[in-house]
């Protein structure tokens, strides 16, 4: 059975950092993408990354770019997801997320694609002074 399971949300000061991870256990990185959504209470959800299987191609939605990286760890098949120059406005949910079917050099894109069979229970990031 796949899943993920997230940690490393909390309380974070505007222009801050902060590092999500994203374990994953029941298949390999190496077959599957993993893509990374934020939503806010009464906002829509939103498609900020992702990252490619086998060979780790990342991209990025323009509201994060600069500021937000995506990265995998295939020994510990963990994803991190490095938050830089965090602003209030950014306070919202974090979620990785992956779909049931994969293999090796899938493109992890669009970036909004909601359609994924597995989700993590998301972490709470909270930016204010």
Known sequence: QVQLVESGGGLVQPGGSLRLSCAVSGVSLDYRTISWFRQAPGKEREGISCISSSDGSTYYAD???????????????????????????????????????????????????????????????????
């Open 63 to 129: 509201s994060v770019k600069g500021r937000f990286t995506i990265s995998k760890d295939d020994a510990k098949n963990t994803v991190y997801r490095q938050m830089n120059s965090l602003e209030p406005e950014e306070t919202a949910g974090y979620y990785c997320a992956t779909p049931k079917v994969g293999g090796l050099g899938d493109s992890c894109l669009p970036l909004t694609n909601y359609e994924l069979d597995y989700w993590g229970q998301g972490t709470q990031v909270t930016v204010s002074s």
